[in-house]
């Protein structure tokens, strides 16, 4: 079976321009969560869906990230203008079974961002 | 608020045990788990502990759970050099996993 998986797997770019970053969660899960990775910070939680709605977006850092998932198969992390300190490794995951059992999550291999 | 924290590196000789340790903060979470990030890639959950038990053993992997204290720990026996990696504790907290900053085992030869 194929993971989550996430494109681009790595992003250069400038500052100010429009960075999509996707994701496409494993099949029959309906929870999707949107992480990012910074050795200053560790790994912060961004947003997370459940069937295909937005439950929490308290860690969005400010208005120029915004996430969707239009369907369930598919979600994209926007951020746009993009900043040097938005610079980081983003890693989409997903879950079967977080409202109920144990709540693994499945990560994609993540998304490296660098903004210069 | 929901808080995880983890010391930042450890350091053992192939062969020893390894202790990494974890305190959380949400006495209502059901689960707590490690997780492992090897370089470049996602995390993957490497076992997990239900909130009612003390301890659980798995091969060469233990967790123990202090809930009074809320203080998680992960004990690999017979460390090897293919356990260098980063260890994460994270907690369920309000349908949510909430993670620590990770710590970094490095096994020397």
């Known amino acids: 079976d194929a993971g989550v998986i996430q494109s681009p797997r790595h992003e250069v770019t400038e500052m100010g321009q429009e960075v999509t970053l996707r994701c496409k969660p494993i099949?029959?899960?309906?929870?999707l969560f949107w992480y990012r990775q910074t050795m200053m910070r560790g790994l912060e939680l961004l947003i997370y869906f459940n069937n295909n709605v937005p439950i929490d977006d308290s860690g969005m850092p400010e208005d120029r990230f915004s996430a969707k998932m239009p369907n369930a198969s598919f979600s994209t992390l926007k951020i746009q203008p993009s900043e040097p300190r938005d610079s980081a490794v983003y890693f989409c995951?997903?879950?079967?079974?977080?409202?109920?059992?144990?709540?693994?999550?499945?990560f994609g291999e993540g998304s490296r961002l660098t903004v210069l | 608020g929901e808080d995880v924290e983890q010391s930042l590196f450890l350091s053992v000789r192939e062969g020893d045990s390894s202790v990494i340790n974890c305190t959380y903060t949400?006495?209502?979470?059901?689960?707590l788990y490690w997780y492992k990030q090897e370089p470049g890639a996602g995390l993957q959950l490497l076992t997990y502990i239900f909130s009612n038990m003390d301890m659980k053993q798995d091969q060469r992997l233990t967790v123990l759970l202090n809930k009074k204290d809320k203080h998680l720990s992960l004990r690999i026996a017979d460390t090897q050099t293919g356990d260098s990696a980063i260890y994460f504790c994270a907690e369920n907290s309000s349908y949510k996993l909430i993670f620590g900053s990770g710590t970094r085992l490095l096994v020397r030869p």
């Open positions: 949400d006495s209502s979470s059901t689960y």
């Open positions: 995951a997903s879950s079967s079974q977080l409202l109920q059992g144990t709540g693994e999550l499945f």
């Open positions: 099949s029959g899960h309906n929870s």
